[in-house]
């Protein structure tokens, strides 16, 4: 019975250490660049949903990270749209949620059997005659005797950026749109919350901006890690 009980102290204190594990995200990046994506760096940035201006709080908030992005690229924010060589655009979103059910088993536990036995017994004597009193305990022993089968629902959410740059030098002179790099980033999770994964996929994607991957990345990354907390530009003590 002691092994027993143990056994499921050890279950539960293990389930407990999973429920407070911080969550990762799986992310995906995808960035392409033509040769001149790496000569221009002085950018403005705007938003590239329908109906977002500047003034809107949300991409601002997100802008923020993104200009801590390419702060650490190497460019530079402009003034204004006359000292910028390259517009970059930013847009994001997040799908409608997308349910899923599963199946799993989980063991049940109980007497599987008996380890040892142990006899006790006294004796009791009447003249020529004796009584022998005995009892026998048994230890048994504990394990799965068989599984459950359960069902659950999964709920996720693919989340999404898109960066786009466009050449502002050939705009001046042509007026005509010339993309210069692109990035994608997709993830997909339980969270339904854009503000807390923005910084993600903003940390995913800034060592590839500008850049060309040559193919789709799969990144890991856990809101405390240390890109993360880059782009949201908190300082932690070394």
């Known amino acids: 019975m002691k092994a027993f009980i143990k056994i499921l102290v050890i279950t539960l204190v293990l389930s407990g250490c999973a429920a407070t594990t911080a969550p990762t995200f799986n992310v995906y990046v995808d960035s392409i660049s033509s040769p001149v994506g790496q000569e221009l760096k002085r950018y403005v940035l705007l938003p590239n949903n329908k109906g977002v201006t500047v003034d809107d709080l949300q991409f601002q908030e ?11 690229q190497g460019f530079i924010k402009a003034e204004d749209f006359k000292d910028a060589n390259v517009a970059i655009f930013l847009g994001y979103g997040i799908g409608e949620p997308k349910t899923n059910q599963y199946t799993y088993s989980l063991p049940t536990w109980g007497k599987t059997g008996v380890s040892s036995s142990n006899t006790y017994g006294t004796v009791s004597t009447y003249g020529n005659t004796a009584t022998v009193n005995s009892t026998t305990t048994y230890t048994p022993t504990y394990g799965v005797t ?6 659950g629902t999964n709920t996720t959410f693919t989340r999404y950026m898109f960066i786009d740059a466009l ?40 060592p590839y901006v500008a850049k060309n991957t040559g193919q789709k990345l799969f990144i890991l990354l856990k809101e405390q890690d240390q890109a993360v907390l880059d782009v949201k530009g908190i300082l932690t003590q070394q």
Do not use: C, F, M
């Open 62 to 72: 997100y802008a923020s990270y993104v200009h801590r992005a390419l702060s650490a």
């Open 146 to 151: 068989g599984y459950t089968t359960h069902t």
């Open 167 to 206: 050449d502002l030098n050939e705009y001046k002179k042509t007026e005509k749109q010339k993309q210069i790099w692109k990035t994608t980033v997709i993830s997909t999770g339980s969270s339904g919350d854009l503000r807390r994964v923005v910084p993600i996929l903003v940390a995913a994607s800034k």
